[in-house]
Nanobody, 121 residues
């Protein structure tokens, strides 16, 4: 059984920073990519940032220059450093893992339960 466990959400004021963490638990052989999506109230889920096993990164235009994604492959953990937060960053942030391989099984995609980030103006 593989689970993604997120932490680090909370309430901050505009201009402040938060760091999200997500760890994949279980007997994992490999994960191709990990990243973060978010969903604001009444909005569709959108990709925030993704990082591959070769450390290639991809960011939404709205967060470029403010957010940084990084990964500790040995710990199966991905981080999202969010600086200069804006009220429009308010959303539930979901961790995502792509092509997760464990003994005798492959998961095409896994998602965490989500962590709420609220940015007040």
């Amino acid at each position: 059984q593989v689970q993604l466990v997120e932490s680090g959400g909370g309430l901050v004021q505009a201009g402040e920073s938060l760091r999200l963490s997500c760890t994949a638990s279980g007997s994992i052989f490999s994960i191709s990519a990990m990243g973060w999506y978010r969903q604001a109230p009444g909005a569709q889920r959108e990709l925030v940032a993704m990082i591959t096993s070769s450390d290639t990164t991809n960011y939404a235009d709205s967060v470029k220059g403010r957010f940084t994604i990084s990964r500790d492959k040995a710990k199966n953990t991905v981080y999202l450093q969010m600086n200069s937060l804006k009220p429009e960053d308010t959303a539930v942030y979901y961790c995502n893992a792509v092509d997760v391989r464990v003994a005798l099984r492959r998961y095409p995609e896994l998602r965490g339960q989500g962590t709420l980030v609220t940015v007040s103006s």
